[in-house]
């Protein structure tokens, strides 16, 4: 039983409720403060997770098919040569008397272009022609004996018919009868020794010839190689003294094409090339060889190819380095796509990845679009045939397509569903923040 007086009970009991309303309403504040704090936290938490899943999601660049022209060269390297090169040499040995041209002299056929010593092979030709007069006059000899003996012998009969036989004696006109016979092949001899003899003159004027060093073409002196006074040796090879080109303004472009580019080339088929003197000016020529024999270049396998080449200017030289362009194929109004479109493959998605992307937020989000084709997408080329991928409604969609020549940028395609203007998948990004 309390000892407060009934009028000082009341004002305790007002105490004691304010209190127990001050504490429920404290409690219930701080309940709705923690809240708030959660749902605080959980909105860039949840705006992290969705910006994450978005900018996750594939992005498609495309490209338009166009119609135009398309040409495919085949790339090679050469050195320019005239059409008609020649060596010209000495076949005799000696010293260089005098050189008469000197290089870039033009020269006709027949020049003289330098001499050797003649004095030797002067006296050689004395010597010769003294042989041919001495065989000649043993010819005159043997004429002469061979008159005699057949005179002889026509003579020794004539008595024989006169005496009847009795006199000259048998054996007498026998050995007359040899006597003729051995002038007559006198003779014989001698006129073989005769045209030795001149056979013998005749080789050493052409040596004479020879000591002369003549063009044998119509051209031009690209290099000289002797000096007057220098001695030449030909007992084993030919020595090399000047070497002429026939002529310039025609010329030729041997060029060494890949192994993996000359089932492309064929003689007839246009070219265009440039030299670095001339860098920006273009020179039009036209393949008339492409070789069987292949050579190899540091492991490398090519075919010659032999390309005429006009030079009316002279703006060519021989052995100038040139970068040829060899039209291949040419195709007019054709439709054509960027190569990296044939190459775009959309890639497959694993179920792991569908795993990892199963949480709340994620199953919210939108997803790629999926491949309506019922083939994996990275079987694109069957049986000869290519897809391009485009999208349509927001889903990805192969598009088969006949290819045909590319220059390796661009390649000629054909099929009922490919149309001017249409844009085609060349490359997917995923960005990741």
Known sequence: MSNFPLDEKEPLDRIVAAEKSAYFLGFSSRIWLIGALVMLMAVPSAFYLLSRNTASAPQYLTEEVVRGNLTV????TGNLQPTNQVDVGSELS?????????????????????RLDLSKLNDQVAKSEAALISAESQVDQ???????SRANLARLRHVAELSGGKVPSKAELETAQATLGRAVASEAGARAAVTQARATLKSEQTNLAKASIRSP?????LARKVEPGQTVAASLQAPVLFTLAENLAQMKLQVDVDEA??????????????????????YPARIIRVGYGSQTKDGVVSYKTIL????????????????SEITTATRENVLLVSNAALRFTPPLKSDSDDKKDGSFVSSLLPKPPASTSSKPASASVKGGAQHLWVLRDGQLLAVPVSVGVSNGHQTEVSGGDVKPGM??????VVTQK
Do not use: H
């Open 73 to 76: 060269t085949v790339s090679a």
């Open 94 to 114: 000696g010293t260089v008397e005098s050189v008469l041209v000197d290089d870039n002299d033009r020269v006709r056929k027949g020049q003289l272009l330098a």
């Open 142 to 148: 043997m004429l002469a004996t061979v008159e005699e």
């Open 217 to 221: 073409i119509d051209g031009v002196v």
């Open 261 to 282: 580019d000359v089932g492309q080339v064929r003689a007839g088929q246009p070219a265009s090339f440039n030299v670095d003197a001339y860098a920006g000016r273009k």
């Open 308 to 323: 005429k080449v006009g030079n009316d200017d002279l703006s060519l030289r021989p052995g100038m380095t040139a970068t």
């Open 423 to 428: 844009q085609v998948i060349t490359e997917s």
